[in-house]
């Protein structure tokens, strides 16, 4: 084994201290009585590396049944050495406990002499364990003996009675690191029951420990190994998929599950880089339209797949030595192919227990649908989400609704309690706790042109104290304590993450389901950050074992981690399926096995990316809305197209950190690009990523809501007011707010209203004909931004039906300018009475236009009534007489108040006239119409 020396080492050490008050690592609870001080390491380990070994059984010293998992080879990652040093994973049989007594015995012998731990598992499969252990440690050597009782457990499990694990290790390098050494074990277990008949069962087991070779898992070498296993394991599946297309296309009937297969297959090759024009996923997706939709997985997985042919998969090169991974660009799906995902969509939604976003195998409809209010599964419920979030993706409307079920579910059934855990998480893109900051590609240019070193914790999301709580496979109830498992509990965790996003991009994600959503995703990556382990599915040994990493891909991507605690997932889980690979390029010898795996590998989740607009498409493929005063976010950015810019800003809540970089960039380009009138709309989105998880969004977001308040350092609460207000007074035109207009024009009379809310304000009086506000405008006159009095001079005009004979303009010297603006004033308060009158026989006119015409009334019926506004609208414009002539005659052009205009000008004039057209000759003719 190699030894290392330096800083590097030490500052991994020095972090690991630090760290450890933090961090609770495992789920076995042990405490080493006397560990030693932890500036004498046993493990020749650096921050990023991990060592590899192998168990070699002694077959002729073997009793009994104990088979080692993945063939024998243990992995031991250096994030697993920190604090008490206890390997950071459950103990699920008896191999396993094996395993982790033999990889622990080193850090309890940090110093030489004699050592001792206690022991306490709470949770195995052979219920809770209690023991004690200690050896003795020289040179060149370590000793170590166990002795573990079992505490009773589960009747239904087989049950350990005792055990006692031997452990001889060699230490080699002059920084002592484990060379290799041997084992024993001499276990007893008790009958599978509780009072069943039987001896008990003794077993022995003895062997050596090799190792094989250390990695650094950010060495440029590891990121080759896992594209040779990926290239590997897509050969192997690509064969596999052939030779199961022919068999099932002879079938006379499909196998069951068969679209599903094809369909993960498929989506696995996809994913790893089989072009989507390959013969084999033509005649897949040619054998997938001609077979029935029958169960969840198989639909689901159908969507995935149709969505994965049209993604390109973009190789990036390694940065300053760091391992990289594949990036995905996502392209318009073909008319053809939305609309089958639309169908498969409708499935989904369909087959779902009613007011429950779960799903069981079957549509609830299905015979073999079990009738029960909420039957299901969490496996089946997770696929059916993450099918429904690729559509969401694509294009496709999915009801508000079904995410509020999702976020409303998952909190439900969610165990009650768990064990209190310091909760941090490193966010996709960083370097975990303890690592260079300065060699970490991924910081920003700023820190890394600084060239500080930031103590550790520093690049991490720290939230507090949470409570590590996991999810199950059921669905009817939560979870009853201690029941939930790795694959479950990611599942939890990637379907609230997805939820939490569906419904902040529909605005949706506010309150109570807000509050209790973010709480249980807290509480999930407290799980996940307690008990992740990439060796097997927590809580589950190796069943189910590659679906479990497929469910930690997911959980951290999309929830946005790239590390629970120390643990970098993708890092340790790449490691251990690279050395468990078979020479064949499968996983276990099982297509389904080697397409999770390459899911895996490939970090096959599409993180968000702003998608321009065709000239007359839809922005970001998704419905093009209005906000406030109908105004929609849609911008044209030079050398890009139409963009919308509330949505690009939603791409921004992403743990991808190339995609937050691309992105960031196009909605800073976007919103410079928004007229200044318009830019308020974006200000929801902006108190979104102002609580983002990333400085450099949380730093745009407060720049770009004081330009679009005009208000200098306005905080989140600041700037909700402020829209709320905004939103009153550009939406008053279309309501005909006119209650709001003495708000309005208090607002402006204050003098403490930015320049936008003014300009929204005077525009909007103009709009209403609150002529009562032209006081305040006359007051924008003597501004000193000419846009801004050019602005208001042309609202006042336009409010006031000219200019009052004043020579007015608003470039002329500021003695002039205050002069006629005196006099304008003075126009003003003289003709007050005469000019609101106008104004307000002009909204008496627009009421009825917006009434239209009256409904008849049956034969021998009298009349409908009136609205009472529109009621009171007609009597006013009757009381004034021969002033409302004019503007009924005016209103007689639109269809809308023809009918109503002609009957009142019938009542003011006593004229009568079949047509329009005669009413404004008349008008002419009587030398007062235009």
Same mark, same amino acid.
């Given at each position: 084994m190699t030894t290392h020396h330096g800083s590097r080492g030490a500052r991994w050490r020095v972090a690991a201290a630090v760290l450890s008050a933090l961090l609770i690592v495992g789920s076995a609870g042990l405490e080493p009585a006397d560990a030693g001080p932890p500036d004498e390491p046993v493990w020749d380990l650096q921050k990023d590396e991990a060592a590899v070994f192998r168990l070699v059984p002694d077959a002729a010293a073997a009793q009994g049944s104990l088979s080692l998992p993945h063939g024998g080879e243990y992995i031991v990652y250096a994030t697993e050495l920190v604090g008490t040093g206890t390997v950071g994973h459950p103990v699920g049989s008896l191999a396993e406990l094996l395993e982790a007594h033999i990889f622990r015995t080193p850090i309890y012998a940090r110093r030489k002499g004699k050592f001792s731990a206690g022991i306490d598992i709470p949770r195995t499969d052979y219920g809770r364990l209690k023991g004690s252990g200690g050896g003795k440690r020289t040179d060149d050597s370590i000793r170590a003996r166990y002795e573990i009782k079992g505490i009773g457990g589960d009747a239904t499990l087989a049950r350990l009675d005792s055990a006692v694990i031997d452990v001889e290790l060699e230490l080699r390098g002059e920084v002592p690191g484990v060379a290799g050494g041997a084992y024993r074990i001499e276990a007893v277990t008790l009958p599978p029951a509780a009072g069943a008949s039987g001896a008990p069962t003794r077993i022995v087991a003895a062997g050596t420990i090799e190792l094989v070779r250390t990695v650094s898992l950010r060495d440029p070498s590891f990121s080759d190994e896992v594209r040779e296993a990926i290239a590997k394991g897509r050969k192997f599946l690509e064969g596999r998929l052939n030779r199961r297309l022919e068999a099932d296309e002879k079938a006379s009937l499909p196998p069951k599950h068969s679209m599903g297969n094809v369909c993960l297959e498929t989506f696995a090759l996809l994913r790893s880089g089989v072009k989507p024009n390959a013969d084999v996923i033509k005649r897949a997706f040619a054998y997938l339209e001609g077979l029935p939709l029958e169960l969840t997985y198989d639909v689901a997985l159908y969507i995935m797949a149709i969505e994965a042919r049209r993604v390109t998969r973009e190789e990036a090169a390694p940065e300053n030595g760091y391992a990289t991974v594949a990036r995905y660009k996502k392209n318009d799906l073909l008319p053809k192919e939305l609309d089958r995902i639309r169908e498969l969509v409708q499935w989904l939604l369909a087959a779902r227990n009613v007011g429950h976003a779960t799903w069981h195998y079957r549509n609830r409809e299905h015979p073999e649908h079990p009738k029960t209010a909420n039957a299901g599964d969490h496996s089946n419920t997770q696929f059916a989400i993450l099918a429904l979030h690729a559509a969401e993706r694509s294009g496709v409307e999915i009801p508000v609704e079904l995410w509020r079920e999702v976020a409303q579910h998952f909190t439900n059934t969610q165990e009650p309690n768990g064990p209190e855990v310091e909760l941090f998480v490193t966010p996709l893109g960083r370097t975990p706790p303890g690592a260079d900051p300065a060699a970490d590609p991924n910081q920003t240019r700023e820190r890394r042109r600084r060239g500080t070193e930031a103590p550790a914790g520093l690049h991490t999301d720290e939230r507090g104290k949470h409570r590590a709580r996991g999810w199950g496979y059921g669905v009817g109830s939560a979870a009853?304590?201690?029941?939930?498992?790795?694959?479950? +509990?990611?599942?939890?965790?990637?379907?609230? *993450?997805?939820?939490?996003?569906? %419904?902040?991009?529909?605005?949706?994600?506010? /309150? @109570?389901?807000?509050?209790?959503?973010?709480?249980?995703?807290?509480?999930?990556?407290?799980?996940?950050?307690?008990?992740?382990?990439?060796?097997?599915?927590?809580?589950?040994?190796?069943?189910?074992?590659?679906?479990?990493?497929?469910?930690?891909?997911?959980?951290?991507?999309?929830?946005?981690?790239? +590390?629970?605690?120390?643990?970098?997932?993708? *890092?340790?889980?790449?490691?251990? %399926?690279?050395?468990?690979?078979?020479?064949? /390029? @499968?996983?276990?010898?099982?297509?389904?096995?080697?397409?999770?795996?390459?899911?895996?590998?490939?970090?096959?989740?599409?993180?968000?990316?702003?998608?321009?607009?065709?000239?007359?498409?839809?922005?970001?493929?998704?419905?093009?809305g209005t906000g406030p005063g109908g105004l929609d976010d849609i911008v044209h950015v030079e050398g890009l197209g139409l963009v919308s810019l509330g949505q690009a800003i939603g791409t921004l809540d992403t743990g991808d950190p190339r995609a937050r970089r691309e992105n960031l960039a196009v909605v800073k380009k976007s919103f410079e690009s928004m007229d200044a009138r318009r830019r308020p709309i974006a200000i929801p989105a902006l108190l979104k990523a102002l609580k983002a998880r990333d400085p450099s969004v949380r730093k745009f977001a407060r720049w770009a809501l004081e330009e679009a308040t005009d208000v200098k350092k306005i905080d989140g609460a600041g700037a909700q007011n402020w829209y709320e207000l905004w939103r009153q007074v550009v939406n008053a035109p279309e309501k005909g707010s006119y209650d709001k207009v003495p708000l309005f024009r208090g607002t402006v009379r204050g003098g403490d209203a930015s320049m936008p809310m003014r300009r929204a304000i005077i525009e909007t009086l103009m709009q209403l004909r609150a002529v009562e506000g032209c006081g305040e405008i006359i007051g924008e006159l003597n501004d000193r931004d000419l846009e801004h009095r050019k602005f208001a001079w042309s609202m006042l005009r336009a409010l006031m039906g000219g200019d009052g004979g004043v020579a007015y303009e608003p470039g002329m010297a500021t003695r002039d300018r205050k002069a006629a603006v005196e006099q304008l004033r003075a126009y003003w308060e003289k003709n007050r009475a005469d000019l609101i009158l106008r104004g307000q026989l002009e909204r008496a006119v627009a009421v009825i236009t917006k009434a239209g015409p009256r409904a008849e009334a049956p034969l021998g019926q009298p009349p409908p009534k009136d609205e009472p506004h529109v009621a009171e609208a007609t009597k006013k414009l009757l009381a004034a007489g021969d002033r409302s002539i004019g503007l009924l005659v005016d209103a007689l052009l639109d269809e809308r108040s023809v009918d109503r205009a002609m009957e009142l000008l019938e009542e003011i004039t006593g004229e009568f006239f079949d047509e329009a057209s005669e009413w404004r000759t008349w008008w002419r003719a009587k030398g007062a119409g235009s």
């Open positions: 009853s304590p201690d029941s939930g498992y790795g694959s479950m +509990s990611c599942a939890g965790i990637s379907s609230l *993450a997805i939820a939490k996003e569906s %419904l902040q991009r529909l605005d949706a994600y506010k /309150g @109570a389901i807000a509050a209790r959503t973010d709480k249980a995703l807290d509480d999930g990556l407290a799980w996940a950050q307690l008990h992740f382990t990439p060796r097997t599915n927590s809580y589950k040994g190796l069943g189910w074992f590659f679906y479990y990493l497929y469910s930690v891909e997911k959980a951290g991507e999309i929830a946005g981690v790239e +590390s629970f605690g120390l643990r970098p997932w993708w *890092a340790e889980g790449a490691l251990h %399926l690279v050395e468990t690979q078979e020479g064949s /390029g @499968a996983w276990a010898n099982s297509p389904r096995f080697t397409s999770f795996a390459l899911l895996f590998l490939n970090r096959a989740t599409i993180p968000p990316k702003i998608l321009v607009e065709k000239p007359g498409a839809v922005a970001t493929g998704e419905k093009r």
